[in-house]
């Protein structure tokens, strides 16, 4: 079946411009994440939702980031005025399970450049 | 949150059976153990979770010592398409630490 899409795979932004990632999860995932990994390290937690509610955004570097998932099933991702320093693979992850023992399954990620 | 300790790189050769270690002292009775492999341009691919003991499925083993302040990651006769960065998690919920992972490459 259909595993974990992303859009657009490739990004990239001018400094300053706003930028929406969009994360299609598998159907009838529970749990969807978002993490940002920079080259040559692991994901980084970014955002939590459980259905529709957005359990955990501790991970959020700052108020210019911003996650939703209004019904649930599709989540988007939203930087306002993109930095140099936002340039990343955003990845998005579903389970069909809740914490503690699951597994997510990733997209392929979301590589956003900001020159 | 439990950090975890393991190399960054390794070789081995195709058919080779191969073990990564990971280190993590200060694991939390409720923690869970799990690996993930990731290809250039991929997300990460769930490969095992365990508790204790050993658990083993159709692509690895995971052995997990009595006082699980450590795990192993084992892959039987591995192929070049093994060739990936491995991460070792722990914890008991969806905040993990992702390290850097090992780089594994196998070589012909």
């Known amino acids: 079946g259909a595993g974990v899409s992303q859009s657009p795979r490739y990004k990239v932004a001018k400094r300053g411009q706003d930028v929406a990632l969009r994360c299609d999860p598998i159907?009838?995932?529970?749990?969807l994440f978002w993490y940002q990994q920079a080259l040559g390290q692991g994901p980084e937690f970014l955002t939590y939702f459980q259905n529709e509610a957005q359990l955990d955004k501790s991970g959020l570097p700052s108020d210019r980031f911003f996650a939703e998932r209004p019904e649930g099933s599709v989540s988007t991702l939203k930087i306002q005025r993109t930095q140099q320093e936002d340039s990343a693979v955003y990845l998005c992850a579903s389970s069909f399970q809740r914490p503690p023992a699951y597994e997510q399954y990733f997209g392929p990620g979301t590589r956003l450049t900001v020159t | 949150l439990a950090k975890t300790t393991q190399p960054i790189s390794m070789d081995s050769y195709e058919g080779q059976e191969v073990n990564i270690t990971c280190s993590h002292n200060n694991i939390a009775t409720n923690d869970y153990i799990t690996w993930y492999q990731q290809f250039p341009s991929q997300g990460p691919r769930f490969i095992i979770q365990g508790y204790k003991t050993k658990v083993t499925n159709e692509v690895a083993s995971l052995f997990i010592p009595a006082d699980r302040k450590s795990s192993t990651l084992s892959l039987p006769r591995v192929s070049l398409s093994d060739t990936a960065v491995y991460y070792c998690l722990v914890g008991e919920n969806y905040q993990l630490i992702w390290g850097a992972g090992t780089k594994l490459i196998i070589k012909p």
């Open positions: 159907s009838g995932h529970v749990s």
